[in-house]
């Protein structure tokens, strides 16, 4: 009764300043490639480049580690986005037709990039229609004091930079155009919207007008007069100025490019020359061009589309052209935008272009253009970390030095850098100091690749690739020599990125992964059974490949199994490069979806669960050890296969009604004296009858946790495998032990004989069944963790013979923690008795999904820290808990409850730290721990000539993308408070 009564004690203020010091939490970068981009913009002053996306995010990176990110309010599509010339200030073109304006800025509380000015062009009722108004292309001028908007009416507004002013009177409409237009060529009353807008290179005052029927105007601003009138007749797409100024190119919807000379005189101009270049037959619009000169004589031609329509409609191209080189660049997804870094300075004779960088709608390419063949640079960051289709993810926190080398060596030898040619868009510095550890995030795929990421700072970068296919014999496409050969002819086709959707056989996709840091020797876990056991390997090798067997039903009758075949493994020897070579594969029959798995190099061992049992296999001796079916015999649709449905769908809604009966029952308190459960329910009732006004209270309101019926389908999943040395038999001898989870809250504990390494090859590995635990509530287990006599998690295998980490206290009394999908509970060891326990406090039908044991480092001192149980929700909440005690800690929203998938891929680091999905392509980054926390740390000096009442005043400035202050004054030192009030005029 009174530990009920007295179990919340009030707020310790002690307490509560070590939190404060322990725990914090923040969103603090997003790996990986954007999701649905949408527009692209460049600064060549600041060396910065701007991603907008469908969604409304605008992400700026320049340098490695210099990112700032932010997001309209407006859930709308990001159509433009044009910089401000080394101004730090970015334009943005909403497809609601509103106009953004950004700046990166540095305040208290402020984002590193703000939204400091909008603007939408207002229709004119009996003049304009809103559609007409709509804006369809922007011109930023060079000088950034003028913005030109072409829109679908075929106006031209002019705003005043960077206030957004409406410079009414100035608006350039259709009238004024047709008035010079010739009687010949008026076959309509409208041109058609505005399709392209370019300032003259060498006179600021002309810009070329390009409208969608192909009519191009060279239009002087200051006279307001039509200057040169081009008269095409095909659809507009595009223009681009020659660097002269004495020539233009422009695209059109027929897949030709013109280019048209350009006369002092007023005059009627024809184009040059006019070429198809994937022609005669039908071609696919060019969408957009651009003309470089070069100091070779030979202009450099780049374009997307254009590609026969017919042959290679469906064809995602960027052609790169210069004399008698063409090469056809050829991407797996659809291109967005493009840019070439080339020389803007005014004085310069030529542009001289050394890259082009393409986004398309799945990844970023670069390619060097300086050297021979035009090969392509490496991203050092926005990796398209979904290629191939996440599966799994994986992280190891402190990597060693030697393991962390070898795998970049591997890397290297691997994927060789095309080309030294180093990332062109480098504007900013990044101010991070470097990770004290390396850390590695490892992805799963659906192709069956295993991806190794640098993960210790902002950018991730990719380091490794291991294949598991050319192990096995998979349905490949044999007509890809064909292709090949006549891709050799015409077009001169290139494949250029790594995104690759498809996959060759689905029964491929890892499904789990496990590493040693110590020993180098990693198991990988697939979709159809297979479990590879590799170790790392500087040298190439061929080898055969051990291949065993394991029987997890162990013939039980009435079994059939409708699901997919086991992966037929290739005969005879396979050739591996320096990297992680398979060594062993172990095969589960039947052949489902491996659910968990676990490695334990120092003993040899490796144990793996599916949907029908687990196994223990002595990768050593290449025996093994032990196989347990955990199938209820009602389990009928494991039993059956994933593919068999209509014998479980009467079963399914017996339970249904079942449940909806229980639930009524309960609703009115009917209890059945024999039933377990009840007795629970009649002794927690009269509790809450004897307890006081008081306890109710302070005594937190935990749900009620329903008992779940033996025969639920999917019961017998393996959810979590722990290796642990430590107490099971008795109290004075502690030995290997493994533990086994299921779906049904079945825990399995056996004692494992495992020899010493000088008698390892006399003794075989023996397992003995220890213990079996039955939680009553019947709730999948998440995670079984084993604590030491100080209640620390044990250490990883190596760790303490190589002098790495404590030895574990082997004196006092170990337990077991048991995370279930309903709660969190501590037994001791030997005796399995319970010594405490949580029910997850919550609303209703919240349900743990991810659980971690983290080491968290006080702020103020280094030598102080503090074990904590991660736990994430199927709300989306985090939750940190004590350990051994489970007392809460603190408690976090961080994922959207309505992101199943996001939920589904987090995984959490052994610091604090966390990953998960918030798109196919993207990880979002979090921490709960205030000393250790990634985050883009970065300035950018900027210089803003234009400041206004409404917008930042100008000085150089040192920004932080984290919020906070940090400014660089070129002059006297002033104190931030000076500072501050001299960026307002």
Same mark, same amino acid.
């Given at each position: 009764?009174?530990?009920?009564?007295?179990?919340?004690?009030?707020?310790?203020?002690?307490?509560?300043?070590?939190?404060?010091?322990?725990?914090?939490?923040?969103?603090?970068?997003?790996?990986?490639?954007?999701?649905?981009?949408?527009?692209?913009?460049?600064?060549?002053?600041?060396?910065?480049?701007?991603?907008g996306t469908k969604s409304g995010a605008v992400k700026v990176y320049g340098a490695p580690g210099v990112e700032f990110t932010s997001h309209h309010k407006e859930t709308a599509t990001v159509t433009q986005m044009h910089f401000l010339l080394g101004q730090g200030r970015l334009l943005s073109l909403l497809d609601d037709n509103t106009l953004h304006l950004w700046e990166i800025n540095v305040g208290e509380g402020s984002p590193g990039l703000e939204e400091?000015?909008?603007?939408?062009?207002?229709?004119?009722?009996? &003049?304009?229609?809103?559609?007409?108004?709509?804006?369809?292309?922007?011109?930023?001028?060079?000088?950034?004091?003028?913005?030109?908007?072409?829109?679908?009416?075929?106006?031209?507004?002019?705003?005043?930079?960077?206030?957004?002013?409406?410079?009414?009177?100035?608006?350039?409409?259709?009238?004024?155009?047709?008035?010079?237009?010739?009687?010949?060529?008026?076959?309509g009353k409208s041109l058609g919207p505005v399709e392209s807008l370019r300032e003259h290179p060498r006179c600021p005052n002309k810009m070329l007008i390009g409208y969608s029927r192909g009519l191009v105007v060279l239009w002087n601003y200051s006279s307001r007069k039509v200057e040169n009138l081009f008269l095409g007749n095909q659809q507009l797409e595009s223009l681009g100025w020659e660097r002269s100024g004495k020539t233009f190119v422009s695209s059109?919807?027929?897949?030709?490019?013109?280019?048209?000379?350009?006369?002092?005189?007023?005059?009627?101009?024809?184009?040059?020359?006019?070429?198809?270049?994937?022609?005669?037959?039908?071609?696919?619009?060019?969408?957009?061009?651009?003309?470089?000169?070069?100091?070779?004589?030979?202009?450099?031609?780049?374009?997307?589309?254009?590609?026969?329509?017919?042959?290679?409609?469906?064809?995602?191209?960027?052609?790169?052209?210069?004399?008698?080189?063409?090469?056809?660049?050829? &991407?797996?997804?659809?291109?967005?935008?493009?840019?070439?870094?080339?020389?803007?300075?005014?004085?310069?004779?030529?542009?001289?272009?050394?890259?082009?960088?393409?986004?398309?709608?799945?990844?970023?390419?670069?390619?060097?253009?300086?050297?021979?063949?035009?090969?392509?640079?490496?991203?050092?960051?926005?990796?398209?970390?979904?290629?191939?289709?996440?599966?799994?993810?994986?992280?190891?926190?402190?990597?060693?030095?030697?393991?962390?080398?070898?795998?970049?060596?591997?890397?290297?030898?691997?994927?060789?850098?095309?080309?030294?040619?180093?990332?062109?868009?480098?504007?900013?510095?990044?101010?991070?100091?470097?990770?004290?550890?390396?850390?590695?995030?490892?992805?799963?795929?659906?192709?069956?690749?295993?991806?190794?990421?640098?993960?210790?700072?902002?950018?991730?970068?990719?380091?490794?690739?291991?294949?598991?296919?050319?192990?096995?014999?998979?349905?490949?496409?044999?007509?890809?020599?064909?292709?090949?050969?006549?891709?050799?002819?015409?077009?001169?086709?290139?494949?250029?990125?790594?995104?690759?959707?498809?996959?060759?056989?689905?029964?491929?996709?890892?499904?789990?992964?496990?590493?040693?840091?110590?020993?180098?020797?990693?198991?990988?876990?697939?979709?159809?059974?297979?479990?590879?056991?590799?170790?790392?390997?500087?040298?190439?090798?061929?080898?055969?490949?051990?291949?065993?067997?394991?029987?997890?039903?162990?013939?039980?009758?009435?079994?059939?199994?409708?699901?997919?075949?086991?992966?037929?493994?290739?005969?005879?020897?396979?050739?591996?490069?320096?990297? &992680?070579?398979?060594?062993?594969?172990?095969?589960?029959?039947?052949?489902?979806?491996?659910?968990?798995?676990?490695?334990?190099?120092?003993?040899?061992?490796?144990?793996?669960?599916?949907?029908?049992?687990?196994?223990?296999?002595?990768?050593?001796?290449?025996?093994?050890?032990?196989?347990?079916?955990?199938?209820?015999?009602?389990?009928?649709?494991?039993?059956?296969?994933?593919?068999?449905?209509?014998?479980?769908?009467?079963?399914?809604?017996?339970?249904?009604?079942?449940?909806?009966?229980?639930?009524?029952?309960?609703?009115?308190?009917?209890? +059945?004296?024999?039933?377990?459960?009840?007795?629970?329910q009649e002794a927690n009732a009269q509790l809450a009858e004897q307890a006081g006004p008081h306890d109710v209270e302070v005594t937190p309101v935990q749900r009620r946790i329903e008992p779940r019926s033996a025969d639920d389908s999917l019961s017998g999943v393996v959810r979590c495998l722990c290796f642990a040395d430590t107490f099971l038999r008795d109290g004075t001898h502690h030995g290997p032990t493994m533990w086994a989870g299921t779906n049904s809250?079945? +825990?399995?504990?056996?004692?494992?004989?495992?020899?010493?390494?000088?008698?390892?090859?006399?003794?075989?590995?023996?397992?003995?069944?220890?213990?079996?635990?039955?939680?009553?509530?019947?709730?999948?287990?998440?995670?079984?963790?084993?604590?030491?006599?100080?209640?620390?998690?044990?250490?990883?295998?190596?760790?303490?013979?190589?002098?790495?980490?404590?030895?574990?206290?082997?004196?006092?009394?170990?337990?077991?923690?048991?995370?279930?999908?309903?709660?969190?509970?501590?037994?001791?060891?030997?005796?399995?008795?319970?010594?405490?326990?949580?029910?997850?406090?919550?609303?209703?039908?919240?349900?743990?999904?991810?659980?971690?044991?983290?080491?968290?480092?006080?702020?103020?001192?280094?030598?102080?820290?503090?074990?904590?149980?991660?736990?994430?929700?199927?709300?989306?909440?985090?939750?940190?808990?004590?350990?051994?005690?489970?007392?809460?800690?603190?408690?976090?929203?961080?994922?959207?409850?309505?992101?199943?998938?996001?939920?589904?891929?987090? +995984?959490?680091?052994?610091?604090?730290?966390? &990953?998960?999905?918030?798109?196919?392509?993207?990880?979002?980054?979090?921490?709960?721990?205030?000393?250790?926390?990634?985050?883009?740390?970065?300035?950018?000096?900027?210089?803003?000539?234009?400041?206004?009442?409404?917008?930042?005043?100008?000085?150089?400035?040192?920004?932080?993308?984290?919020?906070?202050?940090?400014?660089?004054?070129?002059?006297?030192?002033?104190?931030?408070?000076?500072?501050?009030?001299?960026?307002?005029?």
């Amino acid at each position: 009764m009174m530990k009920f009564r007295f179990r919340r004690q009030g707020n310790d203020p002690q307490r509560e300043r070590i939190k404060q010091d322990l725990f914090a939490f923040n969103k603090t970068v997003q790996h990986g490639f954007p999701n649905q981009p949408s527009a692209l913009a460049y600064d060549p002053k600041l060396r910065l480049m701007a991603i907008g996306t469908k969604s409304g995010a605008v992400k700026v990176y320049g340098a490695p580690g210099v990112e700032f990110t932010s997001h309209h309010k407006e859930t709308a599509t990001v159509t433009q986005m044009h910089f401000l010339l080394g101004q730090g200030r970015l334009l943005s073109l909403l497809d609601d037709n509103t106009l953004h304006l950004w700046e990166i800025n540095v305040g208290e509380g402020s984002p590193g990039l703000e939204e400091v000015g909008s603007f939408c062009l207002p229709g004119r009722p009996g &003049f304009e229609s809103t559609s007409a108004t709509r804006v369809t292309v922007i011109l930023l001028k060079r000088s950034c004091d003028l913005l030109c908007l072409g829109t679908e009416g075929g106006g031209v507004h002019f705003l005043e930079m960077p206030t957004l002013t409406l410079l009414d009177t100035q608006a350039l409409v259709h009238d004024h155009i047709m008035q010079s237009v010739p009687e010949e060529y008026k076959c309509g009353k409208s041109l058609g919207p505005v399709e392209s807008l370019r300032e003259h290179p060498r006179c600021p005052n002309k810009m070329l007008i390009g409208y969608s029927r192909g009519l191009v105007v060279l239009w002087n601003y200051s006279s307001r007069k039509v200057e040169n009138l081009f008269l095409g007749n095909q659809q507009l797409e595009s223009l681009g100025w020659e660097r002269s100024g004495k020539t233009f190119v422009s695209s059109h919807s027929d897949g030709s490019y013109m280019t048209w000379p350009v006369s002092s005189a007023l005059s009627t101009q024809q184009p040059s020359t006019s070429v198809i270049p994937y022609g005669p037959f039908p071609c696919k619009a060019i969408n957009k061009i651009v003309w470089r000169t070069t100091e070779s004589g030979a202009p450099l031609v780049v374009f997307s589309g254009g590609m026969p329509r017919a042959s290679y409609g469906d064809r995602h191209c960027v052609t790169v052209l210069q004399e008698k080189m063409q090469v056809t660049l050829d &991407f797996t997804s659809r291109v967005i935008d493009f840019f070439t870094i080339h020389c803007t300075d005014s004085a310069a004779e030529f542009d001289n272009p050394s890259a082009l960088v393409v986004l398309l709608e799945e990844e970023l390419v670069a390619i060097d253009l300086q050297t021979v063949g035009w090969p392509t640079i490496p991203c050092p960051y926005l990796a398209p970390l979904h290629s191939s289709a996440i599966t799994c993810s994986y992280h190891i926190s402190n990597v060693p030095p030697k393991l962390w080398e070898r795998v970049v060596a591997a890397g290297l030898h691997q994927s060789p850098p095309p080309t030294h040619v180093r990332w062109p868009i480098n504007g900013g510095k990044d101010l991070a100091l470097e990770p004290k550890h390396n850390g590695l995030l490892l992805t799963g795929h659906e192709d069956g690749t295993v991806r190794f990421w640098d993960a210790s700072g902002v950018s991730l970068k990719p380091l490794y690739k291991l294949s598991t296919a050319n192990i096995f014999q998979t349905d490949c496409d044999h007509n890809d020599g064909l292709m090949q050969g006549a891709e050799e002819e015409w077009p001169p086709f290139r494949k250029v990125g790594c995104f690759d959707p498809y996959s060759d056989d689905p029964r491929l996709g890892i499904q789990k992964i496990g590493l040693c840091k110590y020993s180098g020797k990693l198991v990988v876990a697939g979709t159809a059974g297979q479990v590879l056991v590799m170790d790392l390997s500087e040298e190439m090798s061929a080898h055969v490949i051990n291949i065993a067997t394991i029987d997890l039903l162990q013939d039980r009758e009435g079994f059939t199994w409708k699901g997919h075949d086991r992966l037929a493994p290739k005969t005879g020897p396979i050739s591996f490069p320096p990297g &992680f070579h398979p060594f062993l594969l172990v095969q589960c029959m039947p052949p489902a979806a491996v659910t968990a798995v676990t490695l334990h190099a120092e003993w040899n061992l490796v144990a793996f669960g599916t949907s029908h049992g687990f196994g223990l296999f002595d990768y050593h001796r290449r025996s093994p050890v032990l196989a347990r079916c955990t199938l209820h015999p009602n389990d009928s649709l494991a039993m059956e296969g994933p593919l068999s449905r209509v014998k479980s769908l009467k079963k399914s809604l017996r339970q249904s009604f079942r449940r909806i009966r229980k639930s009524r029952v309960s609703g009115k308190k009917r209890v +059945v004296v024999s039933s377990p459960t009840s007795k629970v329910q009649e002794a927690n009732a009269q509790l809450a009858e004897q307890a006081g006004p008081h306890d109710v209270e302070v005594t937190p309101v935990q749900r009620r946790i329903e008992p779940r019926s033996a025969d639920d389908s999917l019961s017998g999943v393996v959810r979590c495998l722990c290796f642990a040395d430590t107490f099971l038999r008795d109290g004075t001898h502690h030995g290997p032990t493994m533990w086994a989870g299921t779906n049904s809250g079945s +825990v399995y504990a056996y004692a494992l004989e495992v020899p010493s390494q000088e008698k390892f090859s006399e003794h075989s590995v023996e397992a003995v069944l220890g213990k079996e635990i039955q939680l009553m509530h019947r709730a999948p287990v998440v995670a079984i963790a084993v604590l030491d006599g100080r209640g620390n998690p044990l250490p990883e295998p190596y760790e303490v013979s190589r002098d790495l980490a404590k030895a574990p206290d082997m004196q006092g009394s170990h337990s077991v923690l048991i995370a279930s999908e309903e709660q969190f509970k501590v037994f001791t060891l030997p005796k399995v008795s319970a010594k405490t326990k949580f029910k997850l406090t919550a609303h209703e039908g919240c349900r743990v999904r991810k659980v971690a044991l983290a080491s968290f480092t006080s702020v103020s001192s280094e030598e102080y820290c503090e074990n904590g149980l991660v736990c994430l929700t199927n709300l989306g909440d985090i939750h940190v808990f004590s350990v051994p005690a489970l007392r809460p800690q603190v408690r976090y929203d961080c994922i959207r409850k309505e992101d199943i998938s996001g939920i589904a891929s987090c +995984v959490f680091t052994k610091t604090g730290q966390g &990953f998960y999905l918030i798109s196919p392509s993207e990880f979002e980054r979090f921490s709960l721990s205030a000393r250790v926390v990634t985050q883009p740390l970065c300035s950018v000096d900027v210089d803003r000539p234009h400041a206004s009442a409404g917008l930042r005043a100008s000085v150089p400035v040192s920004l932080q993308s984290n919020g906070t202050h940090r400014v660089q004054h070129t002059g006297d030192v002033q104190s931030l408070g000076d500072a501050e009030a001299n960026r307002h005029q």
